[in-house]
Structure formats: C-alpha cells, structure tokens
T-cell receptor, first 116, second 110 residues
Framework: GAGVSQTPSNKVTEKGKYVELRCDPI?????LYWYRQSLGQGPEFLIY????????DSGLPNDRFFAVRPEGSVSTLKIQRTERGDSAVYLC??????????????FGPGTRLTVL | GQNIDQPTEMTATEGAIVQINCTYQ??????LFWYQQHAGEAPTFLSY????GLEEKGRFSSFLSRSKGYSYLLLKELQMKDSASYLC???????????FGAGTRLFVKA
C-alpha cells in the first residue's frame, strides 16, 4: 500500500477483555515497530520486528502484551485482560532496512484504545 | 537510564525563526531524529543526524553535538501550519530501539 495502515482506528473495550490491533506496513519494509502514546507524551517503544522475528521486545510492559508477525508483513499486537491503564494510542511504524543508520520509520495513523 | 529532555511548549510569531532544543542521556547512540506530529495525527519524519554538525533541509535545520548530548531543530519563516508537536528521538547503539522525548508543542501566532 501507499502507507502504513492500522485497524481498527478506534477500539473501545471493557476491563478484562482481550483485544487485537493490526498493522499493515509499507510493502517491502522489513522492519516493523510498535509504540504506545499517551496524551501529551512521546511514543513509547514496545517491540521491534526484523522480518518474522521479534528482535527487541524489551518495551512490552508485561506478559499481557504479545505481538506476532508470522509472514514478515502484517503484524498483530495482542493485549490480554485489558486494564484501564492500557488506554492509549497504539502506533505502528515500518522501515525499509533497520540495519542502516539512515533508516527512517514511517508511522501509521494509530489505533486509539479505550478500556472502560 | 535513558532520558530525553525538551521544552514542553514554545510560542513564536508567523514569519519568525524558532529553535527547539533537545538534550539526551542514552545507553549508546546511533542517530537522532526529529519528527513533527500534528494533533490527532501520526508523527512524520523531519530530519536525521548521526554526525556532529548542521543538516539543512528547506525551512528546517537540525544540529547535533554528540559530546554534549545536545541537538536543536531550527524552523525558519514560520507558518501557521507549523503549529504542532516536535519530537526528538534517539536510537541506541547495537539495537533498533528508538527512545522519544515527550515532545515540544509549538504554537505559531499571527
């Protein structure tokens, strides 16, 4: 596609429920990043994929959060037993080749998650 | 620890020049990025510095001093559409984690 797409754009759920957020990166981009952004803050790194593998998942806050990218393209961020503190905008970004220093990340429009 | 500091808010006048500063302390350094983010939208890439010095791109310039852990973004000939948040971000060495500052909200007034 022309840019990074994310679905849904908005998700409202109840505390304790399970949610999946989807990211479709720019075609041909091998690197994919997930971030979480709260109001008035910068994006907070969650996890990075190079191809199908999670190269760095040190930003995932706890084991309720998990992400996959089974075919090296689309990625899904999964949150179990959601809590009100999980409410935020979840941003996905992709880049062509993360190994080069000049690599630029292109962000999707985000999914606004609200946990009631 | 890792820390990126930038002013919370700045106000400038249309047509003027504004400088947004960023200082960082991170575990390793593999490049500094500036992103622009309008309210309710995704961040968009503005500039990248990995070596000391000034990078110029149209109305926007970015400066880096690695020894001082310091960067600034310079915006010239300000326009109303430049009202946005400006995010400073540092990529650490040996990995691809990018740490973002909280952003500087710039208000451009007529």
């Amino acid at each position: 596609g022309a840019g990074v797409s994310q679905t849904p754009s908005n998700k409202v759920t109840e505390k304790g429920k399970y949610v999946e957020l989807r990211c479709d990166p720019i075609s041909g981009h091998t690197a994919l990043y997930w971030y979480r952004q709260s109001l008035g803050q910068g994006p907070e790194f969650l996890i990075y994929f190079q191809g199908t593998g999670a190269a760095d998942d040190s930003g995932l806050p706890n084991d309720r959060f998990f992400a996959v990218r089974p075919e090296g393209s689309v990625s899904t961020l999964k949150i179990q037993r959601t809590e009100r503190g999980d409410s935020a905008v979840y941003l996905c970004a992709s880049s062509l080749v993360a190994a080069t220093s000049t690599d630029t990340q292109y962000f999707g429009p985000g999914t606004r998650l609200t946990v009631l | 620890g890792q820390n990126i500091d930038q002013p919370t808010e700045m106000t400038a006048t249309e047509g003027a020049i504004v400088q947004i500063n960023c200082t960082y302390q991170t575990s390793g350094f593999n490049g500094l990025f500036w992103y622009q983010q309008h309210a309710g939208e995704a961040p968009t890439f503005l500039s990248y510095n990995v070596l000391d010095g000034l990078e110029e791109k149209g109305r926007f310039s970015s400066f880096l001093s690695r020894s001082k852990g310091y960067s600034y973004l310079l915006l010239k000939e300000l326009q109303m559409k430049d009202s946005a948040s400006y995010l400073c971000a540092v990529r650490s060495t040996g990995g691809f984690k990018t740490i973002f500052g909280a952003g500087t909200r710039l208000f451009v007034k007529a």
